[in-house]
Antibody
Framework: QVQLVQSGSELKKPGASVKVSCKAS????????MNWVRQAPGQGLEWMGW????????TYAQGFTGRFVFSLDTSVSTAYLQISSLKAEDTAVYYC???????????WGQGTMVTVSS | QSVLTQPPSVSGAPGQRVTISCTGS?????????VHWYQQLPGTAPKLLIY???NRPSGVPDRFSGSKSGTSASLAITGLQAEDEADYYC?????????????FGGGTKLTVL
């Protein structure tokens, strides 16, 4: 079946980096854009941006430039989110999700909890 | 402060009908961009509930319906059930002088009494 499976929870110290993976299966990876969404503890959903799975070109939302990098490995149908110079306020669940032509996010990964604490 | 405004909470008794509003502006919903709705059960990832303002993905009960008018959209849930207790989010696209991109509402917590 169509699914996105993300890597497991991470505990990092401030200043470190983390790389979250999102493996797609059940569909042609390059036929749909991949988005990333952040949800801080007890908070709502925040769109981080998206990556064109055909060209690898990323687009970052305001507030997610500089320390955030989207990348792909199309040979294994996997998208990645790397966050550098981690801060306590980066503590959140990070979701990858597939967007359709209508702009809706029809398939979501299970989420990856990233905790930043000294 | 979210670009799309939702009530923080709504409640209803089993069997009742509830609606959740999503208020935007001329740079998003009012500009003609579609509205989508998601249901997030406790401890789980969001799930697409309504796409393109009023369309239900396969498997979503017809108790859920969506509508859009002007700069607002609404999600209606009829025949409320205990398992509907969740957070609900609206989503659209916003294009303004300061930039453009996907925007979410702040979320609405539905409590089934």
């Amino acid at each position: 079946q169509v699914q996105l499976v993300q890597s497991g929870s991470e505990l990092k110290k401030p200043g470190a980096s983390v790389k979250v993976s999102c493996k797609a299966s059940g569909y042609t990876f390059t036929s749909y854009a991949m988005n990333w969404v952040r949800q801080a503890p007890g908070q709502g959903l925040e769109w981080m941006g998206w990556i064109n799975t055909n060209t690898g070109n990323p687009t970052y939302a305001q507030g997610f430039t500089g320390r955030f990098v989207f990348s792909l490995d199309t040979s294994v149908s996997t998208a990645y989110l790397q966050i550098s110079s981690l801060k306590a306020e980066d503590t959140a669940v990070y979701y990858c999700d597939r967007s359709t032509s209508s702009g809706a996010f029809d398939i979501w990964g299970q989420g990856t909890m990233v905790t930043v604490s000294s | 402060q979210s670009v799309l405004t939702q009530p923080p909470s709504v409640s209803g008794a089993p069997g009742q009908r509830v609606t959740i509003s999503c208020t935007g502006s001329s740079s998003n919903i009012g500009a003609g961009y579609d509205v989508h709705w998601y249901q997030q059960l406790p401890g789980t990832a969001p799930k697409l509930l309504i796409y393109g303002n009023s369309n239900r993905p396969s498997g979503v009960p017809d108790r859920f319906s969506g509508s859009k008018s002007g700069t607002s959209a609404s999600l209606a849930i009829t025949g409320l059930q205990a398992e509907d207790e969740a957070d609900y989010y609206c989503q659209s696209y916003d294009s303004s002088l300061s930039g453009s991109g996907v925007v979410f509402g702040g979320g609405t917590k539905l409590t089934v009494l």
